[in-house]
């Protein structure tokens, strides 16, 4: 009888030990639960075998920095204090869960009565957390040809969010040959980063785009943005036209002034000069020979 204890003791491992020995044994029904942010979630931590009426409980939580007590001597403390009870036996209840709980923690049992007086179980908590607005950066214009990228960005949301991108509400594909629409598109689609790269933009892809943030725990979306193609020869078809303008325009204006100045005073000083003397000159004498003439001839004739 004593040697099948020990040996059940040495092999703790089989199940049908369990109850025949004095053992402190725990179990979980979840060693990795999640739940979404503010909700409430349970770390189940069982006590299949005990002899011990009143066993030690405790639960530690384990992060990077090292484990600290969130329940110890009857009590939840620490950043957990007044957000989770301990439920008969010894589990944990969180009942507003914060994305800070995210870590493992470890239930600890410890019943000096019993011949083995220790266990421990080791539970992996996730908090998933909403992704917010994405921040996202479209080019207002991108001329036929040249290469385009477009980016999306979300920081909360945990497990960390995946990308997808919408144009006219379509959502681009990750193969722009999986979809008639994209056909004929050059772009790549990361769906990590959030970039979408277009590496020769076509005409067909102008339009309205806009990304999608999404995790477990929900999505978010940022507005629709337009963007631009413009074919580069209208462009420089403008441009020229533009410089064109402004040529005339200048020429004109310059023709203008150089105009004006001359007629007020160069032209208007020399014709005054020469034209009104050598004209009234000529009328006078055309007028008196005329008149002398007329008057001769009248005169004569009378
Ligand atoms: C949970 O906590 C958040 C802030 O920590 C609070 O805004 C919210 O009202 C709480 N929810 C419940 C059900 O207590
Ligand atoms: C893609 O381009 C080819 C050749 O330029 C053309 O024949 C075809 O119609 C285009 N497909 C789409 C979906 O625009």
Redesign the pocket.
């Known amino acids: 009888m004593a040697i099948t204890r020990l040996a059940c003791l040495l092999t703790l491992l089989s199940t049908h030990c369990y109850f025949s020995v004095l053992a402190v044994v725990l179990r979980t029904d979840n060693d990795s639960p999640w739940t979404n942010e503010f909700d409430k979630i349970e770390l189940s931590c069982l006590i299949d075998s005990i002899s011990t009426l009143n066993p030690r409980i405790e639960w530690k939580k384990i992060k990077n920095e090292g484990p600290s007590y969130v329940y110890f001597d009857k009590k939840v403390s620490g950043d957990l204090e007044n957000r989770a009870v301990i439920r008969e036996p010894a589990t944990l209840v969180i009942t507003n869960a914060t994305r800070s709980d995210t870590a493992k923690y470890r239930c600890e049992v410890t019943a000096p009565e019993d011949l083995k007086s220790f266990d421990e179980i080791v539970i992996d908590l996730t908090v998933r957390v909403k992704p917010v607005m994405p921040k996202c950066s479209v080019p207002k214009s991108v001329p036929v040809g040249k290469s385009a990228e477009l980016s999306c960005l979300e920081e909360e949301g945990f497990p960390k969010s995946q990308y997808q991108w919408f144009k006219s509400k379509e959502e681009i594909p990750d193969d722009p040959k999986a979809s008639?629409?994209?056909?004929?598109s050059s772009y790549t689609l990361d769906a990590t980063t959030g970039t979408l790269k277009f590496t020769a933009v076509r005409k067909?892809d102008a339009g309205e785009y806009f990304c999608r943030a999404k995790n477990d725990a929900g999505s978010a979306e940022c507005p629709a943005q337009q963007m631009e193609v413009y074919d580069i020869d209208i462009m420089g078809i403008i441009l020229g036209v533009m410089v064109v303008v402004v040529v005339l325009l200048c020429i004109t204006v310059g023709i203008c002034c150089a105009y004006k100045k001359g007629y007020f005073s160069g032209q208007k000083q020399a014709g005054n000069n020469y034209k009104v003397p050598s004209k009234g000159d000529g009328v006078d004498y055309v007028r008196t020979d005329d008149e002398g003439d007329f008057r001769h001839k009248s005169s004569f004739v009378i």
């Open positions: 008639h629409m994209f056909f004929n067909e």
